[in-house]
């Protein structure tokens, strides 16, 4: 099988690009890099020792995707690409609704045109709001309240009207909870832009002594510590729930949408006590208002994932915790690290 994967040098595509390849499938890559870089994609190559195509495209734009398509005809699609950051989505709706909802136009429209029937869609448990009760199953209702949350809420509409017109094609919908965690290589982690807007390589970076504390927001929840109640999951984990999707949709019709989490919830407290566990370093935090916006208890229910598409997460938040640390220690400017090297060996 061929996958085209958009994002596929972002956090989460790149992980699912290295499982992918080691599943077997052949990949092609198309990102604009505007949150990530073409070092991941050097990296996924040198983790699989396989040539990985990759296109430089913006996907919002027809003529490019249709070339994409055109010279690759993919049997799949994994659609990673987007924006993602709550505040920024706040303060630019129309880029965060011209680049969701745009570039998923343009890859339906493509996938129509060349018969390509297989989607695998990434949606975010950001559509449950912060109200629904946990651990949370795929029937709640969706309640948004960002522009972000609303971009994907959107789609997943989308992505059922279209199901609905074209019953030949096999639709899914993974809403992710928090991923965390990078490849045991080291070689492949979460690279934020600036400031880093999650918890765990906020942390990471307090742990290197790049940023002086965390900052907790809030411990006046009701939870047992007081502080926001997540369901961390590896993302090696969540790349292998991409896989079965993909594998699950190549004999299947219709729109199926999954939640894929650990199943446990897991306290900010507890987060920065297993960082502090496996790294030995001292996280200072002050504890500062809640985050406007913020669920005090999100987790979710798996056992659809597990039943439907046998899949099921198996690393342990230590295992997380340790991974994020190894990718920072081995990357403290993230891939930026690699770059300053060259430069610095000139
Ligand atoms: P990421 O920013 O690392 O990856 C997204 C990639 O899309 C980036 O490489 C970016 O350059 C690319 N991109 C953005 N706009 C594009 C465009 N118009 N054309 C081509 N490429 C474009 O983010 P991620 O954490 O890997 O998230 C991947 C997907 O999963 C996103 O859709 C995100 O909303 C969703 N998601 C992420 C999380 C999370 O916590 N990381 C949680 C739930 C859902
Ligand atoms: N959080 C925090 N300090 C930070 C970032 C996040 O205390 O600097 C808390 C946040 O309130 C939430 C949890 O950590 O309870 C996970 O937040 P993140 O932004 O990583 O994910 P999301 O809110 O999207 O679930």
Redesign the pocket.
Known sequence: MKVLI??G?????SHTAVELIEAGCRIVI???????SLVAVKRIRSITETEVPCYF????REETVTRIFRNERPDAVIH?????AVGESNEHPVAYYD?NL??MIQILKAMRTYNCRNLVY?????VYGGEAEMPVMEDAALQTTNP?GRT?KMIEEMLMDTSGAYPEMCITALR?F??IGAHRSGLIG?DPLGIPN?IAPFITQVAAGRRGYLQIFGNDYETADGTGIRDYVHVTDLAKGHIAAINKGAGRNGYHVYNLGTGYGTSVLELVHMFRLVSGKRIPYVITPRRPGDAAVSFADTSKAERELGWKAELSLEDMCRDSWNWQQKNPAGYRSEMIMEVETL
């Open positions: 958009t994002g040098a972002g956090y989460i595509g198309a990102d604009n890099f505007s949150n990530s495209a913006d996907l919002r990673f690409a987007g924006l993602k680049h745009g570039s990434s949606s975010s448990a950001t972000y994907k992710y928090n991923p979460e999650n």
